[in-house]
């Protein structure tokens, strides 16, 4: 079974700043997969950055890039230079690869842009 | 313009009355799956399919059927809803492809609301 835990409910920044998002996960698969999805008040789920397990270097797009700590299962997402339209539901996702097809979420982090 | 669509959008019913969310992809995507999610809870899948005719239960199955006649739709079933069926409801399809990195594809979600 897979878990992903966000520990942080909620989370401010002001524009222009840096903030981190957290997120630790746990599974049993050797080739899993890592994401981040932003869900804004429109209710969409966008995605924002993928790690592939099997890849030490940390992804990156654009503002955002994530910490990658296979060993301590830690997952970050790091949002540079932060914009009024980066406020939205932070979700973090683990699937598993092979025949496991299941993608795991965890339950979110609020995330608050102050102008 | 590749896109997951649901339908309905909003739907407001009431409790023991048969309905059916709609799903469809234009992508040609093997792989599809229903989550619904809730305040605090993240999202969580219902049902999942790896292709035509091939389906199986998610994490929280009960209350649901799905089934895929087609590959391009995924409909999701509440046979007698009830209450805590409420929730907001998400299709969501991607490539099924062993081992991908494949991002799953998210419909614009389903404000479901039993009374």
């Known amino acids: 079974a897979q878990t992903v835990t966000q520990s942080q409910p909620e989370m401010s920044v002001q524009e222009a700043e840096t903030v981190t998002l957290s997120c630790t996960y746990d599974?049993?698969?050797?080739?899993?997969?890592l994401f981040w999805y932003k869900q804004p008040p429109s209710r969409q789920m966008i995605l924002v950055i993928r790690q592939e397990a099997y890849k030490q270097q940390n992804a990156t797009e654009n503002r955002f890039s994530v910490n990658f700590q296979k060993a301590a299962k830690s997952f970050s997402l790091k949002i540079s230079d932060s914009q009024l339209g980066d406020a939205a539901m932070y979700f973090c996702?683990?699937?598993?690869?092979?025949?496991?097809?299941?993608?795991?979420f965890g339950k979110g982090t609020l995330l608050t842009v102050n102008p | 313009e590749a896109q997951v669509t649901q339908n309905p959008r909003y739907l407001i019913t009431v409790t023991g009355k048969k309905l059916t969310v709609t799903c469809s992809q234009n992508m040609n995507h093997e792989y599809m799956s229903w989550y619904r999610q809730d305040p605090g809870l993240g999202l969580r899948q219902i049902y999942y399919s790896m292709n035509v005719e091939v389906t199986d239960k998610g994490d929280v199955p009960e209350g649901y059927k799905v089934s895929r006649k087609e590959k391009r739709n995924f409909p999701l079933i509440l046979e007698s809803p009830s209450p805590n069926q409420t929730s907001l409801y998400f299709c969501a399809s991607r490539k099924g492809t062993p081992g991908g990195n494949q991002p799953q594809h998210f419909g614009d979600g389903t404000r479901l609301s039993i009374l």
């Open positions: 599974t049993s698969e050797s080739d899993y997969y």
């Open positions: 996702a683990c699937r598993g690869g092979g025949s496991n097809y299941k993608l795991t």
